[in-house]
């Protein structure tokens, strides 16, 4: 359900979840710097990028 919620999220609030996926990005230990701007860039896609972040990334928007 929150996977559901999360992608509804992305679509429809695609700037919100972009500022969501930022600040996760922030928080990440796991990631190297360029991998955290190489996600950020990708993440500005319209609806598809953050959707992708939860999904292939291993993200969370909260």
Do not use: C, N
């Not at 710097?33 to 992708?52: E, M, R, V, Y």
């Amino acid at each position: 359900m929150k996977l559901l919620l999360e992608i509804l999220i992305a679509i429809i609030l695609h700037p919100v979840a972009w500022i969501l996926v930022l600040v996760d990005l922030a928080g990440r230990d796991d990631l190297t710097t360029a991998q955290k701007f190489i996600w950020g860039a990708f993440s500005i896609i319209w609806g598809i990028g953050p959707i992708l972040y939860i999904l292939v990334g291993g993200g969370k928007l909260w």
